[in-house]
């Protein structure tokens, strides 16, 4: 039976554009070797992701969709970074002049706190990673707490190696509170619940939750959503994202909109047609301060406000919660494709990046991998190695 699958796979997937994904080895399952070919380095990198979506292929739908979230999420940030935390919307329109249809992966960062060449992540991906790479890489992908923080350290610790530096952003954060800076930091912008984290993480590894009642922002969610990928419909599924939410914020309304997140993600990898909207029935009596802002949104969206108007006259454009939640959810359930809510998000300006990760999970969820274009997956610079994390995570 085993030959005879891979036979057809094989012969199906000869007359596909991507590099066919040989079935070679016989004691390996497709999907072994299907992995094991994306790791063929003669290759080039778009020949390997494209082999990474052709093994996606191979995994049953509700699979597809948990990777289509995580990497959905990813390539949305990374299209809105260049834009990130412009709050002058005066500036924004002059960048985006000559490409106000097509405003993703600007080729010059314009943001006025951090530079970072096109096709990299904001801080909010990277908390995700982390995450999605202790899930993948525990045993069974089995969920363990300990490796998150561990992930984490591992990131944005001292020592880290993926460009996070302490000293210099401390400086910057100096000049910038003096109002004398007039540059933007060159290089990784450390999110506030990741410096808080740390803080708490290396005075008491073993005081828990980590996570700080003055951070404001979506952090929380970020790190939670690979996680709660992964335990869609296990009944451990509130306490798990719960104690990961917390690992960013201990705050009651960053919490609320966290899990009600992470909850609406979940609903889509279920169920692709989900109302979102629908979520404040479900929500009402354990998350009050997340229903007050779900009618925020229907009033803006029974009031046919344009996206970008909502986002800055209405749910704020900042970071902070609940701006950034509300912003998210307008651009989705008022757009009809994937490249629609990040494209309106990423010109409504300030946190775009904080809205353009949740669009995207919640998106890439409802159109899968095929809705995000391939494009702008090849212009994600990390998007190889996400979606080999992404396969081993959730396959």
Known sequence: MFLLVCLMYCVLSASTEPPEVKCTDTDLSPLQNALKQAENHEMSSSERISTLLETVKLLDEVKQRKIASVLGAAVADAAARPLHWVYDNAALLSYIEDVQERPEFLPESKSPFYSLPTGENSCYWDMAEASLTAIAN??????DYDNIGKELNKYFGPGNTEGYDAAAF???????????????????YFQEGVRNFLKAYESDKDEKPYGSSNTRSTDGFCLNLPIALKFVGDPKFDTISHEVIQTMST????????????????????SPSYDIMSIGKEIAESYPKAKRSIDEIQDAISKKLDHSKAVIQVFGPACNNPSSFQG??????TSNSYTEAVRKTIRA??????????????????????????????????????LSLAIKAYS
């Open 349 to 386: 300006g300030g946190c775009n990046c904080s809205r353009a990760l949740f669009i995207g999970a919640m998106c890439g969820a409802r159109y899968g991998v095929e809705g995000i274009p391939r494009k702008w997956i090849d212009k994600t610079a990390h998007s190889e190695k996400i």
């Open 251 to 270: 705050w009651k309304t960053a919490t609320q909109l966290a899990m009600t997140a992470s909850k609406i993600v979940a609903h889509l990898i279920e």
């Open 328 to 333: 998210a959810i307008h651009a989705t359930v």
């Open 170 to 188: 401390q400086e910057f954060v100096k000049k910038m509170k003096a109002g004398n800076f007039d540059s933007p930091l060159d290089g990784r």
């Open 138 to 143: 525990s045993e069974d992908s089995a969920y």
